[in-house]
């Protein structure tokens, strides 16, 4: 009768020795995978027909995301770089249409955004009728 007492402890401890090894290696830890990056992860609110800024005013874009685990943002104005931010602030000099991008990168992979900027002077006035512009 001892020995089957003893074998059955014997048995009793490995396998809890061996369920222990087994689902005891994560001691509470987030199992989870990492966040991995999906275009549809980033979110611009852009007016219909793009943004539209007067000369010397600020143009403020603000950067919905899912997640920033990793993630490094770069923005573009006609291909040449202006921010490294997430959001961005800023102010044009001259008037015209520009193609701004953000980019939003997670190791080698990348998405692009692309927007649409007007840029025209304040208050300008249309000329009275009759009036020779000359």
Not at 9 to 31: M, Q, R, Y
């Amino acid at each position: 009768m001892d020995r089957k007492i003893l074998r059955l402890a014997l048995v009793i401890a490995v396998s809890l020795f061996v369920g222990t090894v087994f689902t005891g290696c994560n001691d509470g830890e987030d199992a989870s995978e990492p966040y991995l990056l999906k275009k549809e992860d980033i979110r611009v609110s852009q007016p219909e027909g793009g943004f539209a800024v007067v000369v010397d005013q600020l143009l403020k874009v603000r950067v919905e995301s899912e997640s920033d685990e990793g993630i490094s943002y770069l923005w573009l104005l006609d291909g040449s770089e202006i921010a490294r931010t997430k959001d961005l602030e800023y102010m044009f000099e001259e008037v015209g249409e520009y193609e701004l991008i953000l980019r939003a990168s997670q190791g080698e992979n990348h998405y692009d955004y692309l927007f649409a900027v007007t840029v025209t002077f304040d208050n300008i006035e249309p000329a009275p009728e009759g009036s020779f512009e000359g």
